[in-house]
């Protein structure tokens, strides 16, 4: 299970919409992931914010599914909250600069991640 990532990191929100949506449709929620990411000197946090709509009016000839939400971008590691930049951060820390990855870690304990 992951754990939450800390609320006192920096949030940049990006928000995706699914394709094909029109009047027929109405907003009825949205689906969040958190990913971990790094510039230099800096972790923060990237919100992919995805809504999610359901079509007002169904017609009985409709085959497209009722309920529409925009697919996650592609990740190198599915099902983790650790982004590109975080993953290039510790391979480059680990085969250019020799820290080993419980060296890393205690640093990223030290920040509150």
Same mark, same amino acid.
């Given at each position: ?8 990191? +920096? +949030? ?7 394709? %094909? ?5 109405? +907003?009825? %929620? ?6 971990? &990411?790094?510039? $230099? ?5 990237? +919100? ?12 009985? &000839?409709?085959?497209? $599914? ?6 996650? $971008? $592609? ?7 650790? %982004? ?27 920040? %509150?991640?």
């Amino acid at each position: 299970v992951r754990l939450p990532l800390p609320e006192e990191l +920096r +949030r940049e929100e990006e928000v995706i919409e699914p394709d %094909g949506i029109n009047d027929n449709w109405v +907003r009825i %929620g949205e689906e969040v992931t958190e990913i971990l &990411e790094h510039k $230099p000197g800096e972790l923060y946090v990237r +919100r992919i914010i995805r809504h999610k709509y359901a079509v007002k009016q169904a017609s009985q &000839e409709q085959e497209e $599914p009722a309920v529409r939400v925009a697919a996650l $971008p $592609p990740l190198p590691l599915p099902r983790s909250n650790a %982004g590109p930049s975080l993953l290039a951060e510790l391979l480059i820390n680990k085969y250019e600069y020799h820290l080993p990855f419980h060296r890393q870690i205690k640093m990223l304990k030290q920040t %509150g991640v």
